[in-house]
Nanobody, 126 residues
Framework: QVQLVESGGGSVEEGGSLRLSCVAS????????MAWFRQGPGKEREGVAA????????YYSDSVKGRFTISRDNAKNTVYLQMNSLTPEDTAMYYC???????????????????WGQGTQVTVSS
């Protein structure tokens, strides 16, 4: 089992920045890939960024590419999501997820992930 705990959400004005953190505990051998998803009101859960915790390769959705950066600190079992140039469209609950070995085509698909955190709310006002 893997436990994931997110933090760092909050309210920010348009154009601002936030950094989310996700700490993994338990059997972290199942965290070869970690990702951030988000779900806005009335919307489906959307994958925004993923990272291979071993090699560090990263993947982003088109909606956040160039604005968000995913990174990891393996010594701390922590993955981060630096979010810059935030817009009201980024308002959502943000979830951290972990998986053992999803196919690369599904890195931003929620069905590829086994373990999920409880989420942290991000609200961007205009």
């Amino acid at each position: 089992q893997v436990q994931l705990v997110e933090s760092g959400g909050g309210s920010v004005e348009e154009g601002g920045s936030l950094r989310l953190s996700c700490v993994a505990s338990g059997y972290t051998g199942n965290t070869n890939v970690m990702a951030w998803f988000r779900q806005g009101p009335g919307k489906e859960r959307e994958g925004v960024a993923a990272i291979y915790t071993g090699g560090g390769s990263t993947y982003y959705s088109d909606s956040v590419k160039g604005r968000f950066t995913i990174s990891r600190d393996n010594a701390k079992n922590t993955v981060y999501l630096q979010m810059n140039s935030l817009t009201p469209e980024d308002t959502a609950m943000y979830y951290c997820a972990a998986a053992g070995a999803p196919a690369w085509q599904f890195l931003l698909h929620p069905d590829a992930y086994t373990f999920w955190g409880q989420g942290t709310q991000v609200t961007v006002s205009s």
